[in-house]
């Protein structure tokens, strides 16, 4: 039974790239949700995709955006990167979306130069 | 208490002592609250989900209870080994998103 992965594991950007995160649910979870984590915080809640529509949000500007796909995938996109965005980025998937207990993936470490 | 607060930040204790840490989260309008686990390198791990005014779980030496009236939560941790290392996050849901504390980062002496 496959966990959460995510890809890339790190990744390096310079400011006003934009990247991209993936992850893949654990197998037999339909909800993702995102979350970012900086040096010395808890993890912050970006947003949450289920059905393939982003359904809660958290207090990220625009130049975070998202997709699930119909294999309940998900991507995480950011543009015009700044320095600030350098943290963990971890993805969680859940079945449903009730608020239960949610499986973590290893995170993806961006850093942004 | 507007957000979610958990106390010490860090903790260091000597291996074979019992410990505990705090998580403070909003009274109203509960639902549940969550206990992870997150070692160093590895993906946060859920320990409990604790849902009612009162409840107590436990895991093997880990325990943990609940207040939702006045807004707290205790974790224990009795007998402290070196695999208990870790940092310990408590996450409360609230209008549908899951609000994390910052965590409590264990350190246990040998």
């Known amino acids: 039974d496959a966990g959460v992965t995510q890809s890339p594991t790190h990744l390096i950007k310079t400011r006003g790239q934009q990247v991209t995160l993936r992850c893949s649910p654990k197998s037999g979870h339909d909800t993702v949700s995102w979350y970012q984590q900086a040096l010395g915080q808890g993890p912050q809640f970006i947003f949450q995709y289920y059905e393939e529509e982003e359904r809660q949000r958290g207090n990220f500007p625009d130049r975070f955006s998202g997709h699930q796909f119909p294999n309940y995938s998900s991507e995480l996109n950011v543009n015009a990167l700044l320095l600030g965005d350098s943290a963990l980025y971890l993805c969680a998937s859940t079945p449903g979306l009730a608020q239960d207990t949610q499986y973590f993936g290893p995170g993806t470490r961006l850093t942004v130069l | ?110």
């Open chain 2, 1 to 110: 208490i507007l957000n979610v607060e958990q106390s010490p930040q860090s903790l260091h204790v000597q291996e074979g002592d019992s410990t505990n840490f705090t998580c403070s989260f909003p009274s109203s309008n509960f639902y549940a609250l969550h206990w992870y686990r997150w070692e160093t390198a590895k993906s946060p791990e859920a320990l409990f989900v604790m849902t009612l005014n009162g409840d107590e779980k436990k895991k093997g030496r880990i325990s943990a209870t609940l207040n939702t009236k006045e807004g707290y939560s205790y974790l224990y941790i009795k007998g402290s080994q070196p695999e208990d290392s870790a940092t310990y996050l408590c996450a409360h849901n609230r209008d549908d998103k899951i609000i994390f504390g910052k965590g409590t980062r264990l350190h246990i002496l040998p």
